[in-house]
């Protein structure tokens, strides 16, 4: 047996009900629909099994995952697109370079700010938040650098990764490496940076569909991009689209009557669908105050 920890006690972390990546194009479970499919590894437990930490750090946040915004993690994290709610109660430990999540869980011992070391109890399994069962669902997330664009400033995104490569390997640094190299947004189709809104080129997307989908001409996405056959796109090219703004999610916005959508639509001039569609929401999307949403300029 090595010297390594995994999150849950050792006679259950040989047993693994779904690993990262798996159901890629989301169809079992719904909030598997984010590029790449499943973010964590997932151990089935009983509710209450003690949950570790698998490296140093200090804990981000330790908490119903929903209550988490953009802003407070703007430096560490981005949750899975506005639907943070999936994790239930969630630790969060930062530990440089990487962070490791632990969800579903049923009890958390630290709370943010609290240094925990390698193997400390955290907290105790679950079954809170978007759960098939009481299971530990395991996220490693680090920050990667993406290229945009030829010519264009690259980007800055988290990303997670699979956390078996966390757990294993014997060289953690080369092992983050190959991680942060093979990294891919996270949030659906299209991902936050710096140099704006970018869509990840998907099997069958052509530069038209894209434009239409955000309103713009094949030219303005190809001078924009420097792209000089707008027929031949390859799969994972980021597209950056001119133009989107990014507007943060109000108390007021949220508390609209008329819903969020439309209330945050509504500043734009444009429709709470557009702004729905945009963003990837659907009707059991929930949106808190301080989420990010694409607002595409009128
Ligand atoms: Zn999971």
Same mark, same amino acid.
């Given at each position: ?5 995994? +999150?849950? +006690? ?13 159901? +890629? ?6 909030? $598997? ?12 437990? +009983? ?34 697109? $506005? ?5 239930? !109660? ?24 609290? =240094? /925990?070391? =390698? ?18 669902? !395991? ?13 264009? /400033?690259?980007? &800055? ?22 991680? =942060? ?7 659906? =189709? ?7 809104? !970018? ?25 924009? $991009? ?14 950056? &689209? ?43 999307? &929930?949106?808190?105050?301080? $989420? ?7």
């Amino acid at each position: 047996m090595s010297t390594d920890v995994y +999150p849950v +006690p050792d006679e259950l972390a040989r047993t693994i009900s779904q690993r990262f990546g798996e159901d +890629p194009h989301g169809r079992r479970f719904p909030w $598997n629909r984010h590029t790449g499919g499943h973010l964590g590894q997932d151990y089935p437990c +009983p509710v209450g099994t003690p949950v570790r930490a698998i490296a140093d750090g200090t804990v981000l946040w330790a908490d119903w995952g929903h209550k988490i915004t953009d802003d407070e993690l703007e430096r560490k994290a981005v949750l899975p697109d $506005n639907s943070s709610e999936e994790g239930g !109660f969630c630790v969060y430990i930062d530990h440089g370079d990487w962070i490791s999540c632990y969800a579903h869980l049923s009890h958390r011992y630290p709370a943010a700010g609290e =240094r /925990v070391t =390698r193997g400390q109890v955290i907290g105790l399994s679950g079954n809170t938040g978007q759960s098939t069962g009481p299971h530990l669902h !395991f996220e490693c997330i680090l920050e990667a650098r993406v290229d945009l664009a030829p010519g264009k /400033v690259a980007g &800055i995104l988290w990303a997670r990764y699979d956390p078996q490569l966390q757990i294993d390997a014997e060289n953690k640094a080369a092992a983050l490496a190959a991680a =942060r190299a093979a990294a891919r947004p996270v949030t659906p =189709r299209h991902a936050i940076a710096p140099a704006g809104l !970018f869509w990840i080129v998907d099997p069958g997307d052509t530069l038209g569909g894209i434009a239409a989908h955000y309103g713009k001409t094949i030219a303005e996405l190809a001078q924009h $991009n420097g792209i000089r056959h707008p027929d031949r796109i390859e799969v994972g090219q980021r597209i950056l &689209i001119p133009g989107a703004v990014v507007h943060t999610v109000t108390a007021a916005d949220v508390a609209s009557p008329q819903g969020v959508a439309a209330a945050i639509g509504g500043q734009y001039g444009l429709s709470g669908e557009h702004i729905m569609h945009l963003n990837g929401w659907t009707v059991s999307t &929930i949106v808190y105050a301080g $989420n990010r949403a694409w607002v595409q300029k009128g």
